[in-house]
């Protein structure tokens, strides 16, 4: 299917860079408080421009809105690469939150409208396969940059990064379907797309579960790659580390589909194991910090995949799933871009102290996280949006 295709060379580039992003900052200079503004400065980017791309999607085309977010990406990479100082990284990450809010929501109902009615799968089943060639490659991109390291240095993945997301654009361009469904301008909301205040309202009985979640899956990712480096681990080593990770979140992605979101008990043992491999980083244990995070990546997938199926089947105007999706994506990066620079520099003064406060508030949040989507799924049944 060449939409895997699209997703394996798109996610490839990904794998080129993840272990290193953080670590290509602080080696340009910058210190851990700025790389916590960079990360906030994306989610933030991410947060204004959800609604508005949102909307985008659901007026011109959810295809031409994942088009122009991934050329946002080639363009963000490119100035990555050659970024010197703290305002090009700035630069960077303003086009990278432009391109994930583009593509948020856009993606899930394009593969929803225009790719499932062609295959004989539900929604569920083909989005359990581009996960899996999403992480099949992130994986692969992860081992290809260890050796780009140690052969030609630090930046030599973040170039073939640039280079395999050029081929992901060219790929949704040339050889991906138009939306199947057309989008009359009738059925798309007519509520200003900056109006925070009408998207918090409309979206509000949401909101505790997308914070949970942001605070569960998306706090501490960057402090992993400084935390390894702090134990010992070479730079190199740390493409090896988070291939051996990817392998489990593929592993959940394989099993995803024969799991319910809102019935998995499991779930609430994610703030828990979550917590399990911060505290082993804090504690300079390589073996519990490892095993934690090896338990936290499997459970990811498991996530990822059923709450994108949930939220699909709540949606109650099904012309607007984009819109949807980005006002659910909007509050997780509110929370987010909140969290992210008081990490950056909390862990500049205490890396342990922030990792043990971030073990507590994940045990929370993941008490909380069954309950909450629980309670929106006997509020939706009794009273749709």
Do not use: C
């Amino acid at each position: 299917m060449r939409y895997l295709v699209k997703v394996f060379t798109e996610h490839f580039a990904f794998g080129l860079t993840i272990p290193f992003t953080v670590v290509w900052m602080l080696e340009k200079g910058l210190t851990l408080p700025e790389v916590g503004v960079i990360q906030a400065i994306i989610f933030f980017s991410t947060f204004l421009l959800e609604v508005p791309t949102g909307v985008v999607a659901d007026k011109f085309g959810r295809k031409n809105s994942i088009l122009v977010g991934t050329i946002s990406h080639v363009i963000a990479l490119t100035i990555f690469v050659i970024a010197p100082t703290f305002l090009l990284f700035a630069i960077s990450a303003v086009l990278t939150g432009a391109a994930w809010a583009l593509i948020s929501g856009a993606e899930e109902a394009y593969i929803d409208d225009t790719l499932v009615p062609t295959q004989n799968l539900s929604y569920k089943q083909l989005f359990s396969r581009v996960i899996i060639a999403d992480e099949s490659s992130t994986i692969l991109g992860m081992l290809t940059g260890t050796v780009l390291v140690g052969y030609w240095g630090l930046q030599a993945p973040l170039i073939f990064a640039v280079l395999s997301m050029i081929l992901a654009a060219l790929v949704l361009f040339l050889f991906l379907p138009k939306d199947a469904q057309p989008i009359d301008d009738n059925d798309v909301i007519i509520e200003s797309p900056s109006d925070l205040k009408t998207t918090l309202t409309k979206y509000k009985k949401f909101v505790p579960l997308f914070i949970v979640l942001a605070i569960l899956f998306e706090s501490a990712r960057m402090l992993w790659q400084p935390a390894l480096v702090s134990q010992g681990w070479s730079v190199a080593q740390l493409g090896v580390i988070f291939a051996g990770l990817k392998i489990f979140s593929l592993l959940g992605s394989f099993v995803a589909e024969e799991i319910e979101y809102i019935s998995v008990s499991v779930l609430g043992f994610v703030g828990v194991i979550g917590g399990l491999a911060l505290l082993g980083l804090s504690s300079q244990s390589a073996t519990l910090g490892l095993i934690g995070l090896s338990f936290y990546f499997f459970l990811e997938n498991i996530l990822r995949i059923n709450q994108s199926s949930y939220l699909l089947e709540i949606i109650p105007n099904k012309k607007e799933k984009a819109t949807f999706l980005s006002g659910s994506s909007l509050i997780r990066n509110i929370t987010s871009s909140a969290m992210s620079p008081i990490l950056g520099w909390g862990a500049s003064y205490s890396m342990g102290f922030v990792l043990v406060g971030l073990t507590v508030l994940k045990a929370g949040s993941a008490l909380m996280l069954k309950s909450t989507s629980q309670q929106i799924k006997q509020d939706h049944s009794a009273s749709p949006l």
